[in-house]
Each structure stands twice: as C-alpha cells, then as structure tokens.
C-alpha cells in the first residue's frame, strides 16, 4: 500500500445524524397522510439500512397502500425504497439529491453498524433488541451483493496494528465527568454511547493474533480480520439500476416543513431524511457528530486494509480510504460539531503515521 | 342565473370577505422587492459567513448547494419567508441562528439579486410575517 500525501485526490466530511434514543422508526399522521420516520442512524447508516428499511417499509404495508412516496435519497431512503417495490409498491422518492449527492455517500463505507447509532441511556435497555434485529437483517442482505460485478459489497483482510499487546478497550464511565446528554444535551463521555457489536459476534469474524512470522509490519503486535466494506459508485449504481427498472420515479423537491408532506399524492410516506431530519421535523434530538475522510486512487494490488491508533487506511475497489480518529476521544470525536467542511492536516498526519507502520523501506519518502 | 339567485351569491361573497377580511395582496419578487444598498450589505455578510461552504460565486460543490441555478427550482413559487425562515433556523450551518434578522433579510436580498430579482426602492423587511406576503418568482424566460 502506498501512502502519499501528495496523491490525496479527495478529502470528504460529513455530520452523522446520532439520535440519542436511536433511530426514529415511529409512525406519525400529518393531516390524512402517514408518515413512517426513518432517520437518525448515526455513523451506522449503510450498515444498518436494510434492516431499518425492513422495519418502516413493514409499518407502511400494514395500512395496505399502493404507492408510498420516499422524502430523501441516501442510503436510508433507497434502501427503503427498494424494499417497498420488492414488496409490490409504486415508489416515488422525493429528494434534493441522487444518492451520490448525498451524505451518505461521504462516510467511510465500512461495516460499523453501532458507531454513533445512540446513546445508551435514552435509547434504553429494548434499544439492543431492535439493534441487533437490523444488524442482522442487513448483513443477511449484503450478502446477496457478495461477488457480484463491480464488488457492490466486499471483504478485505484489515490489519490491527500496535506496539503494546492489545487489550480489550475499556468503556467504563469516568466519574470525574458529572455532566452527560441529561444535563448538558450533549454526551460528555464514551460510556454514554451503545456499544451493541458483541451482540452480533457469532456471524461477524473475530479477530486472529498474528504470529512474528506471519506480521510483516513495523509494529510488535498485529491482529487480522475478515472486514466488509461498500464500495460506493458499485454499489450506488446498483441500488440506483433497481430502483429505476422497478418503475421507480424521482421527483427533485425540497421541504421546509412537515405541513407540506400532504401535498404529496401519496398517502404513506416514508421519511427518510437523516440530519436534515433536525431541521426539517425539528428534531433536536440529532445530535451532529462530525467526520471526514481523505482518498487515494484505487490501489488494488493492496488488497487489505491497516489501522492503529484509531487511524486507518481501509483499500476499497472506490479509493484508500484514510481516517484520523483521535483514540483519546474515541467516539466523542466530532461530537456537536456541525462544521462540514474538510481539513487536510489530520488525514495527512494518518498517512505519515500508518506509512510508518509498512515496511520501512516503501516508507521511506514520507518518514524522512 | 336569476336575479334573487345573484343576490344570495353577492351575499354569501360579501358574508365570505367580511369573515376572512380584505385579501392581502402578496407582492412578487419580479417587482423590486429590496433595495441595492441592502444586497450590497448582504454580499459582504455572504463572503464572511457563507462563501466558505457555498462558494464565491455562490456555486456550491458537489456536496453544497450552489446558491443559484437549481437554487431557484427549490425555493421559488413559494413565499421569500420559506428562505428566510431555513436561514434563520439552519444556517450557517456551523453556528445556526447567529445571524441577526436584518442581516439574514440582507442576505436574503443578496441571493434574489443574484438569481435575477431586480432592486426596487423599498428594504426587504426582516419580519417573518411581512415576508410570507412576498413569493419569489421566477424571472419570465427571455
């Protein structure tokens, strides 16, 4: 893997829509239309989609319509979409933008169906159960992308990397830390966040300790594992060909307030906006958390991915994926912060740090 | 129509507008509905506020809304205060709701002139209500 800076092509940043009690699946009416919501999924989108989709689009067919409309067109949006015309319906998406035009498609493209999906205590103890119902159900469902042209879903091999043994990552609550999400409306620490992974540990691969032999990075402790990703324009391409060759209609619109969902023809909709959902439902609830990426030209041959510190380069069949995720903050990273412009610095000192990681003789230019 | 049917429509007319009072004409953004001193301000607030994300040229990226063009098919034919209220509420989007409301008019007038709203001689009011009584319409195609 070559890690250079000056071969940054793309540096992206976008707010993950963390809902404190999780995403919002309930069902509303506004005037006579139905609304089922379907937003607030945190930096778990992609992973979750199905699974959540699966869930709106059955609260829709229980009032037995036709024709649903779809308000917003990330993945949370097509992925509904396309569950509602697998299930017979007309489906119209009502959006600002393609999917490729999205937020969504400014995340990372990992499977991380718990990051920043909710805080635990407003989410609740059920939260896991609903959780890990849409984690499941769509890691069934990306399986049906494995292998296909293009690699809309892949697996690569990730290696974790670090000089001390790795231990497992403590998320006990700091009781110096007295404010939380109750008192300030915002969360103050890691242990406020759901970490829901272990529910799911039988069917997502565990992680190998690397022998001395086998590790071929400048790093005394090595872990691998089986990650899956997405690769965007693959996968985005797909969703888009069976949205469109079911019948689907996209109509450019904007919204500036509930009130407006009824002058839409369709009776059910299915509101899947994400953070605009903060604005537009006025759900102050979201809480933007902010991240950013940079990206490398495809490096196929380079076929797996390395991390330490919480930095990351993840080889995807649409780029390198870089990430600078500062471990001190863990997931309080980019937390209230709604600034959605990209800073190159961070990604670059990633690069310079992960380059260190690789045999030091490929290092060499960016080291020195 | 006979006449005594006549009459009871000009009545139930008259009964109708005495209940909802006189229509308030809305006025229409092809009329002059800002001044150029007060665009000229905004232009100054869009370089330091909003230029950062949307642009120097209001063009946006792939990412951010351009601020003209397709700019006008999501916010014309509907009242200049659906405009006015977003910015107040969500913009900018780091800090939403740090702009003043004389400020946000201003910038408001800023992005009507710069979609082709011509200047008049009266200030865009910065009052939400006024505002909802002024649509921005399209420009008519030359």
């Known amino acids: 893997m070559r890690l250079s800076p000056d071969q940054l092509i793309d540096v992206k940043c976008c707010i993950r829509p963390l809902r404190a009690a999780g995403p919002n699946l309930d069902v509303e009416h506004v005037g006579d239309r139905l609304v089922v919501h379907n937003y607030g999924h945190g930096g778990s989108g992609w992973s979750l989609s199905w699974g959540s989709a699966e869930i709106a689009v ?8 036709e024709r649903v409309a779809v308000v917003g067109c990330g993945i949370v949006g097509l992925t509904s979409a396309i569950m509602a015309q697998r299930a017979g319906l007309q489906v119209t998406i009502y959006a600002k933008e393609l999917i490729p035009r999205t937020r969504s498609f400014r995340a990372s493209g990992s499977f991380t169906p718990s990051s920043r999906v909710a805080l635990a205590g407003p989410a609740g103890p059920q939260f896991g159960d609903r959780w890990e119902q849409m984690a499941r159900f769509s890691w069934k469902m990306f399986r049906t992308y494995l292998g296909l042209p293009g690699a809309p879903v892949d697996f690569g091999d990730s290696y974790g990397l670090s000089d001390a043994p790795v231990e497992p990552r403590s998320r006990a609550a700091d009781p110096a830390i007295t404010d939380n999400y109750e008192t300030s409306g915002l969360p103050r620490q890691n242990a406020e966040f759901a970490h829901l992974d272990d529910r799911i540990r039988d069917i997502v691969p565990r992680s190998v300790v690397l022998s001395r032999e086998e590790n071929p990075f400048a790093a005394a402790h090595v872990q691998r594992s089986s990650h899956m990703f997405f690769n965007f324009p693959a996968y985005a391409n797909a969703l888009l060909d069976e949205f469109f060759s079911r019948s689907g209609r996209f109509v450019m619109r904007n919204f500036n307030s509930p009130r407006e969902l009824t002058e839409l023809p369709e009776k059910v909709i299915i509101h899947a906006t994400g953070y605009a959902a903060r604005d537009l439902w006025q759900d102050r609830t979201i809480i933007p958390v902010r991240g950013q990426t940079g990206w490398l030209v495809p490096q196929p041959e380079a076929n797996y991915s390395i991390r330490s510190g919480n930095m990351s380069a993840i080889s995807k069949g649409d780029g390198i994926v870089l990430m600078n995720n500062n471990p001190d903050l863990g997931d309080m990273l980019g937390v209230g912060d709604s600034t959605e412009i990209p800073t190159r610095a961070p990604i670059e000192g990633a690069m310079a740090s992960l380059a260190r990681r690789l045999a030091p003789a490929l290092s060499q230019d960016v080291s020195a | 129509m006979t006449r005594g049917r006549l009459l009871i429509v000009a009545a139930v007319a008259a009964a109708t507008a005495l209940t909802v009072g006189p229509p308030v004409a809305s006025r229409s953004s092809a009329r002059g509905v ?63 709701g740090s702009l003043s409301s004389d400020d946000n008019a201003r910038l408001v007038a800023f992005l009507l002139r710069a979609n082709g709203a011509p200047a008049g001689n009266q200030a865009l009011p910065a009052d939400r209500q006024a505002l909802r009584r002024i649509d921005f319409d399209t420009v008519p195609p030359l």
């Open chain 1, 58 to 65: 059955g609260k829709a067919l229980s009032v037995l319509p």
């Open chain 2, 34 to 96: 800002y001044t150029g001193a007060q665009a000229d301000q905004g232009a100054t607030i869009y370089a330091a506020r909003c230029a950062m994300c949307h642009g120097r040229q209001l063009e946006g990226t792939v990412e951010i809304p351009a601020l003209s063009g397709k700019f006008v098919a999501n916010w014309a034919s509907r009242p200049v205060g659906d405009l006015f209220d977003y910015i107040a509420r969500a913009m900018p989007q780091p800090a939403p």
